[in-house]
């Protein structure tokens, strides 16, 4: 089973910032929250992960909390291109990645 | 430098046959895992190579298989083929597995008649 949990599905308006949030209440020492996503019928695609600190990369930012029970990606300025399904994960290393349902994001004109 | 290729891309099998899906990962990458996706059960895990040993495996009847080769190219096989088995097979390749960042092939779309 996934180790995370995130709201089946949000909207969020053109150019505003997306804020999806997981929850990782049974993540261990060395897992890495991981952060993908998939446009319909393509692949998923990378966009971010952390263990502890916050991180930054051209794409989002990411922002895990201290206790590193739960994590917020951020979108700054969504566009009609970033509808899709979002997923959180939490693996650490040689495990499996399992994937959960995740989060499909409506970006609204 | 070439993303994560599968071959081939769309196919349509039979009941009953046997069907043998291909992966090339980055180059560079050992670490190869295979995922079905349906769209009742979303996104579930197969198994996962590395350096040519099996690491991981999912929970799927054996009549799914797979191998990887000594150049990190990898093949997934399914026989006897059930309707059940159409799906979207994503491949994804990465460094040396989880820890490192995991990048996915566009799939093969597989339906069996």
């Known amino acids: 089973d996934a180790k995370t949990t995130q709201p089946p599905s949000m909207d969020c308006a053109e150019g505003r910032a997306a804020n999806l949030p997981c929850n990782h209440s049974?993540?261990?020492?060395?897992?890495?929250v991981y952060w993908y996503r998939q446009i319909h019928s393509q692949g998923p695609q990378y966009i971010i992960h952390?263990?502890?600190n916050n991180e930054t990369n051209e794409m989002a930012s990411l922002i895990i909390t201290e206790d590193r029970k739960s994590s917020t990606l951020i979108l700054p300025h969504a566009t009609l291109r970033d509808t899709a399904v979002y997923y959180c994960?939490?693996?650490?290393?040689?495990?499996?990645?399992?994937f959960g349902p995740g989060t499909s994001l409506s970006v609204i004109p | 430098k070439a993303g994560v290729t599968q071959t081939p891309r769309y196919l349509i099998k039979t009941r009953g046959q046997q069907v043998t899906l291909s992966c090339s990962p980055i180059?560079?990458?050992?670490?190869v895992s295979w995922y079905q996706q349906t769209p009742g059960q979303g996104l579930q895990f197969l198994f996962e190579?590395?350096?040519?040993?099996?690491?991981n495996k999912g929970n799927f009847p054996g009549r799914f298989s797979g191998r990887q080769f000594s150049n990190s190219r990898s093949e997934m096989n399914v026989s006897t083929l059930e309707l059940g088995d159409s799906a979207l097979y994503l491949c994804?390749?990465?460094?040396f597995g989880v820890g490192s960042t995991i990048y996915f092939g566009e799939g093969s779309w597989l339906t069996v008649v």
């Open positions: 190579y590395f350096s040519e040993t099996q690491r």
């Open positions: 180059s560079g990458h050992r670490s």
């Open positions: 049974t993540i261990s020492g060395n897992e890495y």
């Open positions: 994804a390749s990465s460094l």
């Open positions: 994960i939490v693996s650490g290393e040689y495990d499996k990645v399992i």
């Open positions: 952390g263990l502890k």
